[in-house]
T-cell receptor
Framework: QQQVKQSPQSLIVQKGGISIINCAYE??????FPWYQQFPGKGPALLIA?????SEKKEGRFTISFNKSAKQFSLHIMDSQPGDSATYFC????????????FGTGTRLQVTL | NAGVTQTPKFQVLKTGQSMTLQCAQD?????MSWYRQDPGMGLRLIHY???????DQGEVPNGYNVSRSTTEDFPLRLLSAAPSQTSVYFC??????????????FGPGTRLTVT
């Protein structure tokens, strides 16, 4: 049973465009929703995270939008750059218990010139 | 700080062999965990530990053992390797702020092939 569903599987965006990756979760006990960025041959690195008490969080060109009632959250990358080409994972956890992350299946983003 | 380190970087095993994947962190984090990453499946939690002497199973624990004798180290043991354990393995660590666990820091990974 996949508790965090991520789409699309792959995404090609032109330089300067907006990249949008969507995730949906099932467990309403989740209270922490991070996005991780992974480059080939490297471990995932935290990009941005949100808690359900806010509907949006922005850090530079990266924005998380969160819809608690729909149990969905998304990552928007504004002004996408070739250096943003990587695999992106959404995740969810219940931070009051243990820091067990449930990951989505990943989105491979390619930003073309 | 070196952060989270993992050894080896690559490993090839024959079916039935045993080995230990090493993980160490120098950030004094209470929490450590092991994930495996397979194509199209994201990362799945194998085992985790909330402190020295305390371990618990994750989503896919079968075929793996762990122990946590110190805060710094969290080795993952494969007792009898199987081809289904071919994967990339990541170790991660985390800590708490006001009783809430915060971000996890991942190591660089170990790519394991079982033939």
């Amino acid at each position: 049973q996949q508790q965090v569903k991520q789409s699309p599987q792959s995404l090609i965006v032109q330089k300067g465009g907006i990249s949008i990756i969507n995730c949906a979760y099932e467990n309403t006990a989740f209270d922490y929703f991070p996005w991780y960025q992974q480059f080939p041959g490297k471990g995932p690195a935290l990009l941005i995270a949100i808690r359900p008490d806010v509907s949006e969080k922005k850090e530079g060109r990266f924005t998380i939008s969160f819809n608690k009632s729909a149990k969905q959250f998304s990552l928007h990358i504004m002004d996408s750059q070739p250096g943003d080409s990587a695999t992106y994972f959404c995740a969810a956890s219940m931070t009051g218990t243990a820091s067990k992350l449930t990951f989505g299946t990943g989105t491979r983003l390619q930003v073309t010139l | 700080n070196a952060g989270v380190t993992q050894t080896p970087k690559f490993q090839v095993l024959k079916t039935g062999q045993s080995m230990t994947l090493q993980c160490a962190q120098d950030m004094n984090h209470e929490y450590m965990s092991w994930y495996r990453q397979d194509p199209g499946m994201g990362l799945r939690l194998i085992h985790y530990s909330v402190g020295a002497g305390i371990t618990d199973q994750g989503e896919v624990p079968n075929g793996y053992n762990v122990s946590r004798s110190t805060t710094e180290d969290f080795p993952l043991r494969l007792l009898s390797a199987a081809p289904s354990q071919t994967s990339v393995y990541f170790c991660a660590s985390s800590y708490r702020i006001a009783a809430k666990w915060v971000e996890q820091y991942f190591g660089p990974g170990t790519r394991l092939t079982v033939t």
